[in-house]
Every structure is written in C-alpha cells, then in structure tokens.
C-alpha cells in the first residue's frame, strides 16, 4: 500500500512518480489509472476555483486562469471537506505571483470574492431593529459596544474593486473611477449585499467589530478620516441590520 504523505503529494504533482504500491487488483502497477486520477483531481480543484472565484476569471480569462488556479491548488491542496471554504490564501498568492503583477487589483478582488462566499455561509445571527438606539439614554450611547452581524466583512482597498466586480458581475455599466474603495460584506437575511463605505467607514465598523465602544470606534475613525460622519455611519449600520446584539456597560 502506497504511503499517504506521498500519494498525497503525488496526486498534486505532474512531476513526481506514481507512489510505490499503487497496484491495480492483479498486482500490476496502476500508472496510467493514476494519472488519470491525479488530472480528474486537480481538473476538479480549478473548477471549483473558477466557481468561487467567477470576476477575476472572467477578468483575466479562462486560460489564464486556469493555469493560475492549477499552480494554487498544487502548492495549497484543500485541508477542509468544507470546499466552500476554500481558495482562502487565494489573495496572498496572487499577491506574490508575478504574472498576474500587472493587474494589481486581483488580490483585493480575491478577498472581495472569498468575503461573499464567507458571508454567504456564516451563522445566522439575529438582527437587531432600527430603532433599537431609540431607546438608549443619549448620555449612554457613548459606552455601547456593537456586536455585529456574523456575516460583516469589510474589504477595503488602493483600487475600485466594487466597480470593477459590480461591472463584470451585474449588468450595471457605470464608469468605474481610479480611486480607493472599501465594501462593507453582509447577509443579514438571505441574500448578500455589498456596498461601498463612506469616509472612515471602514475604520468604524473595524473598531466595533474588535470590541471598541462606539465613542472610542468613532475616535479612531475620525482620526483615520477627518471627514468622518458619526450620524452617517450609525444610520448606514442601522439600515444595513449590521447590528446582531447591543452590549451596555
């Protein structure tokens, strides 16, 4: 019987022998019936890639693509059964792949991508309604600290990756502008939303996510943004039902 570790590695590698004491019933060496096992694997692995990943695909091309997600899945098998997990380290590498230097958004496109199939799959955690503030002493709401929605991803980024993945996945044309873009991920109900966030956005509802009280988040987003606008924010959070529990000192 072939040792796993090996097979293991020769199923990903083209390169490497088939693993001694891979047999066929007789006992004769099972070489071709691997190889073909061993392309029907990784051939499974880039498409369930191309699925997880359908923008940048369609940006840089089927071929290109594939030759991309076939290098990943080699140098990163899946160490989950939970395969809509994975392609997580999808940005990293892409980040340090040189032929896909001259496209400098991909990365950022990675982690908006695997933050919609993350949202999509977190827990479903209750919703707390818009009015819930409404019934906090004004004094008070400095001290609440937020626990959002389970779902809450927060990419932000140098580039417009929510115009760019809103022009290549939805039927929306609307120009896209060189400019810096942060997207707030959710899924409070059913379906995933995405959208942009306004200036220090990102910095709040990082904040609030870490366990900040809200005079605190609102501290350091307006320290991260000058143009921060707390009423804004509260309000988007509110609409978005990003708030799953209000904790009060």
Do not use: C
Not at 16 to 29: A, L, R, S
Not at 93 to 98: C, R, S
Not at 154 to 178: K, L
Request: charged share 20%.
């Amino acid at each position: 019987m072939a040792d796993q570790t090996a097979f293991t590695q020769a199923l990903l590698n083209p390169d490497m022998p088939v693993p001694e004491g891979v047999v066929q019933p007789d006992g004769t060496p099972a070489d071709k019936r691997f190889n073909v096992y061993r392309n029907n694997v990784v051939t499974s692995l880039i498409g369930a890639m191309g699925d997880a990943f359908p923008v940048i695909k369609q940006l840089v091309g089927e071929q290109f693509f594939d030759a991309v997600a076939g290098h990943y899945v080699r140098l990163h098998p899946p160490t989950s059964p939970l395969m809509m997990f994975y392609g997580a380290g999808f940005a990293d590498f892409l980040t340090g792949f040189e032929p896909a230097q001259q496209l400098p958004y991909l990365p950022d496109m990675a982690r908006l991508e695997h933050g919609r199939r993350t949202a999509y799959h977190a827990a479903d955690d209750p919703v707390t309604g818009p009015d819930a503030l409404s019934q906090i002493a004004p004094e008070r709401l400095g001290d609440l600290r937020f626990k959002l929605h389970a779902s809450v991803q927060i990419i932000t980024s140098d580039h417009p990756i929510f115009s760019i993945w809103r022009f290549n996945a939805t039927e929306d044309r609307s120009p896209i502008e060189p400019r810096a873009e942060d997207v707030l991920i959710s899924r409070p109900l059913h379906e995933v939303q995405m959208t942009l966030l306004p200036q220090g956005g990102a910095a709040f509802l990082n904040a609030l996510q870490s366990g900040k009280t809200l005079q605190d988040a609102a501290e350091i987003a307006t320290n991260a943004e000058p143009g921060f606008d707390l009423g804004q924010n509260i309000g988007g959070m509110l609409t978005a039902q990003l708030i799953s529990q209000i904790q009060e000192q």
